[in-house]
Nanobody
Framework: QVQLLESGGGLVQAGGSLRLSCSAS????????MAWFRQAPGKERELVAT????????DYAESVKGRFTISRDIAKNTVYLEMNNLKAEDTAVYFC?????????????????WGQGTQVTVSS
C-alpha cells in the first residue's frame, strides 16, 4: 500500500494556471502507475491523466489535452499535474491514484490507492 497526499488546489480565474502535487510514501514509488482523476458535484469520477511507472508514457482525457501535463519525479516520490488555460468546467475535486496493473489503465478500478483529494475551483 502507498499513501498519497495531494496539494496545490485552490481558486483561480478562467485562463489561469495551477500545479497539483501528489506526494507518495510507504512503498516503492516506481512500482506504481499513477493517475489523476477528478469529480465534480453531481458527476461521476473521471480520468484526467495517467503516467507509467517510468514516466515514459502519458495519456490524457480529451477534455484536457493540450492544457494539462502530468509528470513524475521518482527521486522525490511525487507526481504533478500542471494545469494551464483553466476553464470553469475544470472545477472539481482532484484525486491522485496509484496502481500496480501491468498496463496503465484509464479506469478507477485499475488503481488501488487514493489520496483524499484537493479542490480546484475555476471562476468564470
Amino acid at each position: 500500500q502507498v499513501q498519497l497526499l495531494e496539494s496545490g488546489g485552490g481558486l483561480v480565474q478562467a485562463g489561469g494556471s495551477l500545479r497539483l502535487s501528489c506526494s507518495a510514501s510507504g512503498r516503492t514509488f516506481n512500482w506504481y502507475n499513477m493517475a489523476w482523476f477528478r469529480q465534480a458535484p453531481g458527476k461521476e469520477r473521471e480520468l484526467v491523466a495517467t503516467i507509467s511507472r517510468s514516466g515514459s508514457s502519458t495519456d490524457y482525457a480529451e477534455s484536457v489535452k493540450g492544457r494539462f501535463t502530468i509528470s513524475r519525479d521518482i527521486a522525490k516520490n511525487t507526481v504533478y499535474l500542471e494545469m494551464n488555460n483553466l476553464k470553469a468546467e475544470d472545477t472539481a475535486v482532484y484525486f491522485c491514484a496509484a496502481g500496480r496493473t501491468i498496463q496503465v489503465l484509464r479506469t478507477a478500478a485499475g488503481y488501488s490507492d487514493w489520496g483524499q483529494g484537493t479542490q480546484v475551483t475555476v471562476s468564470s
